[in-house]
Structure formats: structure tokens, C-alpha cells
T-cell receptor
Framework: ELKVEQNPLFLSMQEGKNYTIYCNYS?????LYWYRQDPGKSLESLFV?????AVKQEGRLMASLDTKARLSTLHITAAVHDLSATYFC???????????FGQGTTLQVKP | DAGITQSPRHKVTETGTPVTLRCHQT?????MYWYRQDPGHGLRLIHY???????DKGEVSDGYSVSRSKTEDFLLTLESATSSQTSVYFC????????????FGSGTQLSVL
């Protein structure tokens, strides 16, 4: 059974600081996703990572994938308040497209 | 934005009553999914569909049934709602390609009293 675990589950940080969210998964998978969710809103796709060593960057966010370690990271550089949200990683199946989600990491960036 | 509409957006119902949530898409995507979101659990897959009349169970399917009679509509039914089914329900769609993301609807807040 595929399980996905994120840590930390809650992160409070100062603007301008760097931090990393970790996503571990239990069985082999060929794709990993990162989503963002603002309070009371739907999920917005951030990144899709398809291969070992894949790295994608968008603004202050950078995601990477190590399939051998079954680990993905979401690195936040010089955080700003607008990045406050809950971030989910999800591991997928290319056969069915269905995703198994981590618990989510709630990020709070303080001025 | 992907053309996904969930209805209703909010619903309050009583224990033991049947409830049907609707997901409608205008993208002609093959795959459709129902997830529920609860604090501390992230999103959990209830059921999914890979084509008209083709559905399968997800992680938390007990107490739920689904139907897909048309490509564009995927219905989630709670046969006899319980308080444990109070949650936010999200529909998602995907074309199923190797690089394809899931696109999510706006969600339905369901309260079972």
C-alpha cells in the first residue's frame, strides 16, 4: 500500500528565510506532484516531477525528486508572505492517474 | 482554469438521508476522481472513473457509490449519510497522459448533522 508522508506538518517562518518541506513515499512511483492550497480554496498544481533527479523551479519555489530514496523536497527561498498556504505532495500512478496525497504542510510566513 | 463545476457548493443534511454530489466537466477528459479532505489527512481518494460506466474504488470507498453515465458527469452518492462523512469533497479530472496533472474543482462542503 502506497503511503505518503510530509514533514513538517506546520511551518512558521520569517520573511526572507529559507526552508525545505520533505515528502517521503513508501513504494515505487513514476510521478510526483506538488500542489498549493489557500484557505477555503481548491488545489493549484505547482510541479510535476517525472524522473529521478528532476528539478523544477518557479519563482521562490524549487522542487526535486530522488526516486531511489523515495523522497521529494520543496525548497522555499527567501520566503514572502504571499507564500503562506498549505502545500501537498502527491504520488501518482501512470496507469490510473490517481494520486495519493501527503497530509499537507501548512506554511505561515510572518513579516 | 479547467472547466470543472461541482454542485452543490455547500450542503447541510441529516444523518441517514441520501446525498448526491455532482461533478461536471467541459474538458472531455477521460479520468475523473472524487476526493475528500479532512484536517490531518490531506486528500483521500474515494472513487475514480476511467471512462463511461468504468469506475473503481479508492482508499476510503465504504459508504459511497459513484456513477458515470456520460463523459462529462461523475456523481458521488452517500446512500445514508453519517456524521463521519462531514467533509470537503473535491472532484478532479485528468486526461491521463504521462505528464498530466489533476485539475481540481472548487469543492463541496458537506455537513451531516
Amino acid at each position: 500500500e502506497l503511503k505518503v508522508e510530509q514533514n513538517p506538518l506546520f511551518l512558521s517562518m520569517q520573511e526572507g528565510k529559507n526552508y525545505t518541506i520533505y515528502c517521503n513515499y513508501s513504494t515505487t512511483s513514476d510521478r510526483l506532484y506538488w500542489y498549493r492550497q489557500d484557505p477555503g480554496k481548491s488545489l493549484e498544481s505547482l510541479f510535476v516531477l517525472l524522473s529521478n533527479g528532476a528539478v523544477k523551479q518557479e519563482g521562490r519555489l524549487m522542487a526535486s525528486l530522488d526516486t531511489k530514496a523515495r523522497l521529494s523536497t520543496l525548497h522555499i527561498t527567501a520566503a514572502v508572505h504571499d507564500l503562506s498556504a498549505t502545500y501537498f505532495c502527491a504520488v501518482g500512478s501512470s496507469n490510473t492517474g490517481k494520486l495519493i496525497f501527503g497530509q499537507g504542510t501548512t506554511l505561515q510566513v510572518k513579516p | 482554469d479547467a472547466g470543472i463545476t461541482q454542485s452543490p457548493r455547500h450542503k447541510v443534511t441529516e444523518t441517514g438521508t441520501p446525498v448526491t454530489l455532482r461533478c461536471h466537466q467541459t474538458e472531455n477528459h477521460r479520468y475523473m476522481y472524487w476526493y475528500r479532505q479532512d484536517p490531518g489527512h490531506g486528500l483521500r481518494l474515494i472513487h475514480y472513473s476511467y471512462g463511461v460506466k468504468d469506475t473503481d474504488k479508492g482508499e476510503v470507498s465504504d459508504g459511497y457509490s459513484v456513477s458515470r453515465s456520460k463523459t462529462e458527469d461523475f456523481l458521488l452518492t452517500l446512500e445514508s449519510a453519517t456524521s463521519s462523512q462531514t467533509s470537503v469533497y473535491f472532484c478532479a479530472i485528468s486526461s491521463g497522459g504521462s505528464n498530466e496533472k489533476l485539475f481540481f474543482g472548487s469543492g463541496t462542503q458537506l455537513s451531516v448533522l
